[in-house]
């Protein structure tokens, strides 16, 4: 599986833009990138994902390098209600059904009121 | 439309004993995946089902094991219970399987193995 490499943290203060680095050097071209988030006590949710083009939806913005190898998730305006553990994957299509989600650790960000 | 349920929320085993847990997706999806979440691993996949067959198995021992029904509901049974097996174990349905269909996590079951 490809891997993917988050800080383990980031701070941010609340109304502030966050961008959360992510790099994947050995990313295929066919791997999609995801972002997942999970707030405390709770199941993952999905954030974002794409292939090559910056894509953007209600949550956030996703900025992908031109030659892949790296990401950023961009929250506009952190909210206290932002404050998650936010995981980078690879979507592995490998092998002809092979489509888990292979979590990292991540990177908690805090938000500050 | 509802979204994915899982039951029960908690349990609380002996080792030794075997435990089954339950997961309803969402409706109209067919794919539902297991993971398992502790503090030391994080979250590692377990096993993916889709129109009852199991597609894709993660590293785990035999002493895990799921299946799916013609429902698109699906269990995972573990048996034979360690320490160690005390984790949140998540589900999570897809429409489909494929590498951009979004997966719709449950809140999971907080096992404990005493």
């Known amino acids: 599986d490809a891997k993917t490499t988050q800080p383990n943290s980031m701070e941010s203060n609340e109304e502030e833009p966050v961008h959360l680095p992510c790099n994947h050097s050995?990313?295929?071209?066919?791997?999609?990138i995801h972002w997942y988030r999970q707030l405390p006590s709770q199941g993952p949710e999905y954030v974002i994902h794409?292939?090559?083009s910056n894509v953007n939806n209600r949550m956030a913005s996703l900025a992908i390098a031109e030659d892949r190898k790296s990401s950023t998730l961009i929250l506009h305006r952190a909210t206290l209600r932002d404050a998650a553990v936010y995981y980078c994957?690879?979507?592995?299509?490998?092998?002809?059904?092979?489509?888990?989600?292979?979590f990292g650790k991540g990177t908690l960000l805090t938000v500050n009121p | 439309k509802a979204g994915v349920t899982q039951t029960p929320r908690y349990l609380i085993k002996t080792r030794g004993q075997q435990v089954t847990l339950s997961c309803s997706p969402i409706?109209?999806?067919?794919?539902v995946s297991w993971y398992q979440q502790t503090p030391g691993q994080g979250l590692q996949f377990l096993f993916e089902?889709?129109?009852?067959?199991?597609?894709n198995k993660g590293n785990f021992p035999g002493r895990f094991s799921g299946r799916q029904f013609s429902n698109s509901r699906s269990e995972m049974n573990v048996s034979t219970l360690e320490l160690g097996d005390s984790a949140l174990y998540l589900c999570?349905?897809?429409?489909?399987?494929?590498?951009?269909?979004?997966?719709?996590f449950g809140p999971g079951t907080r096992l404990t193995v005493l």
């Open positions: 999570a349905s897809s429409l489909a399987m494929t590498s951009t269909d979004t997966q719709y």
């Open positions: 794409g292939l090559t």
């Open positions: 089902y889709f129109s009852e067959t199991q597609r």
């Open positions: 050995t990313i295929s071209g066919t791997d999609y």
């Open positions: 409706s109209g999806h067919r794919s």
């Open positions: 994957i690879l979507r592995d299509v490998s092998g002809g059904s092979n489509y888990k989600l292979t």
